[in-house]
């Protein structure tokens, strides 16, 4: 076993740990009613897929950095000697499902001296420089290695070296024996679950992680996006937002024309995780609102005329929409780096199933938008909203908000954007928040929204819409923000006020959101990287009043990261 140094002081730990800087998110406990309800089948699936996700969760780790299972056996080994240090970091290991992280003020969270986050994380060689990336890359195409550099180049891949070449290795070979176990596990599940179409995609999805075969990925992934009545949710999630190794490519003119001659598109690696969940049907029914609306959205985008996109103006979206009681979150979904997942739009734009007509699916995760303290909100809403517009924010709004947003992600160019590069994921996040925002107003005299609910949006989104820091380039959720702040500053949709609160300009959000969402759609329209890096780099600026609202931000709230509570699924796994 390597041995390891741990990077954080006891003093560090004792603080990174406690209460106030360590924000706990609850899942459904074991008497809770929503599982009481279930019926037995059901209740004994949940046991089996939490297993699946547990494993999951394994897999994850490795893909995030090479260290993470050593680090954790290490600390496991420490504690069981009465190692204090190794008990607290331990905690923030859980916490954040890793070695490193980034926490709410972008400071980089290192648990183990000398071991840093890498842009290729756990998928690429540890010592593999961008530089030698390229130039291998470059070489094994002339020498007419074009397979070998395709699966080098897929979403799939665990890369390794092999003499001075690179090989991609699909990770369901890479990772046989647990995705195997995984599979176990799903099939057990399907064989006591009561719903016969929640079954057949868990059929579909344990196939798929038997064969390293992206159709069976497919087929299992337009199934899923199908399933909307439903009592339980599951869900192996694949996003590509944490590999930075692979978004460098257009940066190497030579090496994007050689992939551009050969056909082969350069896809981020997929990161996973498990997501395990009961179907809440009111709140479900309440996400279902916005559907009718959808069509009527996709044909008010800007140059809809120039894209397919998944939603079609012309006929039912192919969209489902669940909102669940969260049990399990683990790998990808489930990390708590500075904040975590509110909901998910998948299958992502790169994924196969949208090319053989599958659709999408949006899952909201109840727990995790729940606040836990409404003091401490009012508490935020006094040191940075003009008081006038208190009268305009509700909590449940940033909700609607999210409905929109993730809606949005079906919006627009439905091709994927791998031209845009290491901008790809900073544009699209910023393409559904202003789709959100830019159709407020519409939906609003469709009958979606009252007019009140059309201010409490608009503010909520403004007042929110301000960090505690600003963000590294790496962080593409939070990179959007300073980018909408900065360009909407620019455009008088908020302003400071004399005792230094902001003041939403109500009436000029809309008009602001609609020009960037123009912008937005364009870029990815021309799939220009030069035009998105302007883009970016023009509008991500912290300005003066960013950095005013942070001040009174960090004094009310001290959270630096945060993590789960899973108390039903820990005794569903004992």
Not at 74 to 89: H, M, P, R, V, Y
Not at 124 to 146: A, N, W
Not at 181 to 190: H, S
Request: some cysteine.
């Amino acid at each position: 076993m390597n041995k390891f140094e741990l990077n954080l002081s006891m003093d560090e730990l004792k603080k990174r740990t406690h209460k106030d800087y360590l924000t706990t998110k609850k899942f459904l406990k074991s008497d809770a009613p929503e599982y009481l309800a279930l019926a037995d089948g059901d209740k004994e699936a949940l046991k089996y897929l939490v297993r699946a996700a547990v494993i999951l969760e394994k897999i994850n780790m490795q893909i995030d950095c090479k260290y993470n299972l050593e680090f954790k056996a290490f600390l496991e080994d420490e504690i069981k000697k009465g190692n204090e240090q190794a008990k607290l970091t331990k905690i923030l290991f859980d916490a954040q499902k890793g070695m490193n992280a980034i926490d709410s003020m972008s400071t980089p969270i290192n648990l183990a001296k000398g071991i840093v986050q890498k842009p290729g994380k756990g998928v690429y060689p540890e010592d593999l420089s961008k530089e030698e990336f390229h130039s291998v890359l470059i070489r094994m195409i002339k020498e007419g290695q074009i397979e070998e550099v395709k699966n080098i180049l897929t979403q799939r891949s665990m890369v390794i070296r092999q003499g001075e070449d690179l090989r991609g290795i699909d990770y369901i070979d890479y990772f046989k024996d647990d995705f195997a176990k995984i599979a176990d596990e799903i099939e057990k599940a399907a064989s006591v679950s009561t719903n016969e179409d929640f079954n057949e995609y868990l059929k579909l999805q344990a196939k798929a992680l038997r064969k390293a075969d992206p159709m069976l990925d497919a087929y299992a992934d337009k199934k899923w996006a199908t399933l909307q009545d439903t009592p339980l949710e599951f869900t192996i999630t694949r996003e590509n937002y944490e590999d930075e190794m692979t978004g460098t490519i257009v940066e190497n003119e030579e090496l994007s024309a050689l992939l551009k001659e050969h056909n082969i598109s350069p896809i981020p690696k997929d990161f996973l995780g498990g997501r395990v969940g009961i179907i809440n049907k009111k709140g479900t029914e309440t996400l279902l609102a916005i559907k009718k609306y959808l069509p009527v959205l996709a044909d008010n985008m800007p140059f809809n005329n120039e894209y397919t996109q998944t939603i079609s103006a012309e006929a039912d979206s192919e969209q489902t929409m669940v909102d669940v009681d969260m049990v399990y979150a683990g790998g990808d979904v489930g990390e708590y780096r500075g904040g975590i997942t509110l909901a998910e739009n998948l299958p992502n734009s790169d994924k196969l199933s949208l090319t053989i007509g599958g659709g999408r699916r949006n899952v909201y995760h109840r727990q995790i938008r729940f606040i836990s303290d409404m003091s401490k909100l009012q508490e935020r809403l006094d040191a940075i909203l003009d008081k006038n517009q208190h009268q305009y924010y509700l909590d449940e709004a940033d909700h609607w908000f999210t409905i929109g947003h993730e809606n949005a992600h079906s919006l627009g160019p439905k091709e994927g954007s791998e031209k845009l590069g290491k901008y790809r994921n900073i544009i699209e996040e910023n393409k559904a928040d202003m789709g959100a925002l830019a159709f407020v107003d519409l939906l609003t005299e469709l009958g979606m929204y009252t007019p009140e609910q059309r201010l409490q949006i608009i503010v909520t989104f403004v007042a929110d819409n301000f960090l505690k820091s600003k963000p590294t380039m790496s962080q593409a959720h939070r990179v959007r923000t300073v980018m909408q702040n900065k360009f909407m500053y620019d455009r008088g949709v908020y302003e400071i006020t004399s005792d230094e609160k902001i003041h939403v300009n109500i009436d000029k959000v809309v008009p602001a959101a609609k020009e960037m969402l123009s912008e937005i759609v364009r870029i990815q329209i021309d799939e220009d990287y030069e035009k998105a890096e302007k883009y970016v780099n023009d509008n991500f600026v912290w300005t003066p009043e960013m950095e005013l609202i942070a001040q009174k931000l960090q004094k009310v709230n001290k959270s630096l990261n945060g993590r789960l509570e899973t108390e039903l699924a820990d005794k569903l796994l004992a």
